[in-house]
């Protein structure tokens, strides 16, 4: 059997002992960091990974397999405690928008929850596993949250200067 890697994985639902037996989209992220195999990578952002945990598990196989560029994407994402408590808010403002609710107060919400990760598996539970739009958005969403973090420093004057 030939070696599994990024470029031949196929991800598969659920979380799993070792690579030949599977990968879900964060199991493949803990190989890409090179951490150890696991769904709950130390490089990613925990509100990120559950939402995408949650996405790879309650879509069909072919729907999953549009999560692999994320698991690559999602490296490097853990973020300082601000940041995720930005990308949870994010998750609750996203939710309520889709239900034309406004969102009130997010940390009571995120506390009834079970915490800033909760936040993100309650944006990926609100989209139907078989509704194409809802996950586009919901894929919107992630590149939302991962945006920022991946965003280059914009060059200054300064910067630009130095470097001629």
Not at 32 to 43: M, N, Q, T, V
Not at 52 to 63: C, M
Not at 98 to 104: H, K, L, N, S, T
Not at 142 to 157: K, N, S, Y
């Amino acid at each position: 059997m030939s070696e599994i890697s990024h470029q031949t994985v196929k991800l598969s639902r659920g979380r799993h002992a070792k690579p030949s037996d599977g990968m879900c989209v964060m199991e493949l992220a803990s190989t890409l960091a090179g951490e150890r195999f696991s769904d709950r990578p130390l490089a990613v952002s925990p509100v990120i990974a559950e939402l995408l945990r949650q996405y790879n598990d309650a879509v069909d196989p072919d729907r999953r397999q549009e999560l692999i560029p994320y698991a690559a994407l999602a490296v490097g994402t853990r973020g300082s405690a601000s940041i995720e408590r930005a990308r949870a808010r994010r998750c609750l403002e996203w939710v309520a928008e889709r239900r034309g609710r406004p969102v009130r107060s997010w940390r009571p919400v995120s506390a009834r929850l079970g915490g800033l990760s909760a936040c993100g598996a309650k944006a990926a539970r609100s989209v139907r596993r078989e509704d194409d739009a809802g996950l586009a958005a919901l894929r919107m969403l992630v590149d939302e949250l991962i945006g920022p973090v991946l965003a280059p420093p914009a060059m200054t004057a300064a910067t630009t200067r130095s470097r001629r």
